[in-house]
């Protein structure tokens, strides 16, 4: 999906008005079609829509193939739109959450392919917006565009919170998992590509290895190293992070610095 600022006042496809013209076969369309059209019946219904993990990477420099998209809704209303999925022809999920741990179990999870076979499947996901607690003043509106190619032209409205408030909410989801969970890897796995992509700039095509203890290396001369310490460190001098949280910046930057290592962010002890 593409977004931009500039905001339409089209009117949505008239079958999502009506239950007796929902998708009779939503598997005809492409899934970021069928993501598109989720987000637009959601919408329809009033319910606040936040975006998470790979659609909102996604858009802070993190290149990932786009096979699971997920989205945080208001706890109480995570059946409702589930629900409302349902109704739109988009059949319930149960994936197995080994690897991913509350993210998928937490989650109402919906397949946008025909296939459930390993390569071929993806699927939406409706998460309680609990599991981050983004405050109203860490979000910002952004608009989105039907896909390219498709023959919608109504813009959708949802939110997407700023950069520091995400590793905010990763640093607070890592302290709540005990150090062996589940949940806690997929997390880790999260942030180390933040930092890499993010802050430390890293493309597809400059992701040089580079040897920590080579003499003639010096983090202090790495423009790329010192230009994400400034980042972090302007977030704190802006107070974006919350009383109490003041050391989510401090260890931020002992990781990107390479100072501390990701693995140590505090766990959930007892």
């Known amino acids: 999906m593409s977004f931009t600022q500039t905001e339409t006042l089209s009117q949505p496809p008239l079958f999502l008005f009506n239950p007796k013209h929902r998708l009779q076969d939503a598997f005809v369309r492409p899934p970021d079609e069928l993501v598109y059209l989720a987000l637009m019946e959601l919408s329809l219904i009033n319910i606040e829509l936040i975006e998470f993990r790979l659609p909102l990477y996604a858009r802070m420099n993190v290149p990932a193939m786009m096979t699971h998209y997920t989205y945080l809704v208001p706890d109480e209303q995570l059946h409702k739109a589930s629900e409302a999925l349902l109704e739109l022809g988009l059949p319930a999920f149960y994936p197995d959450n080994t690897l991913q741990g509350d993210f998928l179990t937490l989650a109402k999870t919906h397949r946008i392919t025909r296939s459930t076979a390993p390569g071929l499947l993806q699927y939406l996901s409706l998460l309680p917006a609990s599991f981050a607690s983004f405050t109203p003043e860490e979000l910002s509106e952004i608009h989105i565009l039907p896909p390219k190619g498709s023959s919608f032209d109504h813009t959708l409205h949802i939110y997407s919170p700023r950069p520091s408030a995400v590793y905010s909410c990763l640093f607070r989801a890592l302290s709540r998992y005990p150090r062996s969970a589940r949940t806690r890897g997929t997390l880790l796995a999260d942030l180390a590509e933040l930092i890499r992509y993010n802050l430390l700039k890293a493309t597809c095509f400059n992701e040089e290895t580079i040897d920590d203890d080579a003499e003639e290396y010096n983090v202090d001369d790495d423009p790329d190293v010192q230009d994400a310490l400034g980042q972090v460190r302007r977030w704190s001098e802006a107070g974006e992070w919350r009383e109490g949280e003041?050391?989510?910046?401090?260890?931020?930057?002992?990781?990107?610095?390479?100072?501390?290592?990701?693995e140590l962010v505090p766990w959930k002890t007892g």
């Open 246 to 262: 003041e050391w989510i910046g401090d260890c931020l930057a002992a990781v990107v610095s390479g100072k501390g290592r990701i």
